[in-house]
């Protein structure tokens, strides 16, 4: 999808600076390192959108971005570092929980994961959550031009296998190829047009 139009709304570190809601929004998360920020900026076609490759461990901060004034992105901040310590994990969970369990506009996350790694347990526990908290989640594995075909189709599979009871749709892409991004697009407009 070409879009006209994208741009930085508000970045939120505590549940008091979450803009108000009005428009649809699709959230997208992650692990560090999946390429969510490239993914973000390959769907709305700007390169600085979202900043790619992101210091770890640094402030954390949900992004909210309007696109073409109908819709918009939410850019959680990523999960998953080994080093992070524990009270940055437990502000991760307590900002992204508390906006993803008072978000009526909310229409779907987006779980990002590679294709090459699949679901780890991060990952499951998200879509745990989310199931848990009746809130749909796309699961888009991402870098699928770092495998060779094959090899590709036989990640998809596994990863569809792995996740067949809490994601709908498990789309495959990469950012760096754009392939598999406009299917990443139909699966969120598709959400964003079902009634909520
Ligand atoms: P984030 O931390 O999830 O926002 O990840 P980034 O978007 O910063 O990407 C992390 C690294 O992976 C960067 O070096 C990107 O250039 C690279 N990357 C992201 N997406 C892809 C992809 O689809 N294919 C390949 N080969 N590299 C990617």
Same mark, same amino acid.
């Given at each position: 999808?070409q879009?006209?139009?994208?741009r930085f709304?508000?970045?939120?570190?505590d549940?008091?600076?979450? /803009?108000?809601?009005r428009?649809? !929004?699709?959230?997208?998360?992650g692990?560090?390192?999946? &390429?969510?920020s490239s993914?973000?900026?390959?769907l709305?076609?700007q390169?600085?959108?979202a900043?790619?490759? $992101?210091t770890p461990?640094?402030? #954390? #901060?949900?992004? @909210?971005f309007? +696109?073409? *004034?109908?819709l %918009? @992105?939410? *850019?959680? /901040?990523?999960? &998953?570092?080994? =080093?992070v310590p524990?009270?940055?994990?437990r #502000?991760w969970k307590h900002?992204v !929980?508390?906006y993803?369990?008072?978000r009526p506009?909310? =229409?779907a %996350?987006v779980v990002?994961? *590679?294709?090459?790694r699949g679901?780890e347990?991060e990952? %499951?526990?998200?879509?745990d959550?989310?199931d848990?908290?009746r +809130?749909?989640a796309?699961l888009?594995?991402? $870098?699928?031009?770092k495998l060779?075909? &094959?090899? =590709?189709?036989?990640c998809? =599979?596994a990863?569809? !296998?792995a996740?067949? !009871? #809490?994601?709908g749709?498990?789309? %495959?892409c990469s950012?760096t190829?754009? *392939? &598999?991004?406009a299917d990443?697009?139909r699966?969120?407009?598709e959400?964003c047009d079902?009634?909520a």
């Amino acid at each position: 999808m070409q879009t006209h139009g994208a741009r930085f709304l508000a970045g939120a570190g505590d549940a008091a600076h979450v /803009p108000p809601a009005r428009h649809p !929004e699709v959230a997208f998360a992650g692990r560090s390192n999946v &390429g969510k920020s490239s993914l973000l900026n390959r769907l709305v076609g700007q390169r600085g959108l979202a900043r790619v490759s $992101k210091t770890p461990g640094r402030t #954390q #901060q949900i992004n @909210f971005f309007l +696109i073409d *004034d109908r819709l %918009v @992105f939410v *850019d959680l /901040p990523g999960y &998953g570092f080994a =080093r992070v310590p524990l009270d940055v994990k437990r #502000q991760w969970k307590h900002l992204v !929980e508390g906006y993803l369990r008072h978000r009526p506009a909310l =229409r779907a %996350v987006v779980v990002l994961v *590679d294709l090459r790694r699949g679901l780890e347990a991060e990952d %499951v526990a998200l879509l745990d959550f989310l199931d848990a908290h009746r +809130i749909t989640a796309i699961l888009v594995a991402t $870098k699928a031009d770092k495998l060779a075909r &094959g090899h =590709r189709l036989q990640c998809a =599979r596994a990863l569809k !296998e792995a996740a067949r !009871e #809490q994601a709908g749709a498990v789309v %495959v892409c990469s950012a760096t190829t754009g *392939d &598999g991004v406009a299917d990443v697009w139909r699966a969120i407009l598709e959400r964003c047009d079902a009634p909520a």
